[in-house]
């Protein structure tokens, strides 16, 4: 089981996130933190706990390893506040999501 | 670029069969390289995926599903399919179909077909 928090996380714009992931049991590095807008498809941000996907700017960045992970967003950009989910694909099947943190302006 | 996309009846009766395909583009499904996936997501609610399938039609599935999914490759269309039967309302969602690389800790969702909307109601 994949738990994130918070639910819901209010900043204002030019902050820091920080958000949370935790496993019930070690998955190792192999955790993928992808952020959906509304009506959109989910978009891989980073794999392998850390590694930035093609394209993501520097300003997210992921950390952890094992059951406890973190996804930081510096300087928030108005384009940022979306549903942020992590996805562990270390013991599969089944791939289990997190139930997601919405990040929202404050 | 591997590109995906959802086609297929965005409303069923309860009872009735879901079946939805997933056309990918940019590359060939019979690729060693990916898995093929089906993610779904309830209106408001989270992720939850369904199964995947190889080109080879080696297949994994949820098990808390795999009594009503079926999930299928025909690499002459370069397709894969989605077939969910005896339907309810709770299996309105958003489905989403997904490309995941084969390889061992690689086994991430990407790219992703942009979601059909489909909902159970008579």
């Known amino acids: 089981v994949m738990t994130q928090s918070p639910a819901t996380l209010s900043v204002f714009p030019g902050e820091r996130a920080t958000l949370s992931c935790r496993a019930s049991r070690s998955v190792s590095s192999n955790l993928a933190w992808y952020q959906q807008k509304p009506g959109q498809a989910p978009r891989l941000l980073i794999y392998?706990?850390?590694t930035r996907a093609t394209g993501i700017p520097a300003r997210f960045s992921g950390s952890g390893s094992g059951t406890e992970f973190t996804l930081t967003i510096s300087s928030l950009q108005s384009e940022d506040f979306a549903v942020y989910y992590c996805q562990q694909y270390n013991n599969w099947p089944p791939y289990t999501f997190g139930q997601g943190t919405k990040l929202e302006i404050k | 670029q591997l590109q995906l996309q959802e086609s297929g009846p965005r409303l069923v009766k309860p009872s009735g069969t879901l079946s939805l395909t997933c056309t990918v583009s940019g590359g060939s499904i019979s690729t060693p390289d990916y898995y093929w996936g089906w993610i779904r997501q309830p209106p408001g609610k989270g992720l939850e995926w369904i199964g995947n399938i190889y080109y080879s039609e080696t297949t994994y599935y949820n098990t808390s599903l795999k009594t009503r999914v079926t999930v299928s490759v025909d690499t002459s269309k370069n397709q894969f399919s989605l077939k969910l039967t005896s339907v309810t309302a709770a299996d309105t969602a958003m489905y989403f179909c997904a490309g995941i690389p084969v390889a061992t800790n690689r086994n991430w969702f990407d790219p992703w077909g942009q979601g059909t909307l489909v909902t159970v109601s008579s």
């Open positions: 392998g706990a850390s």
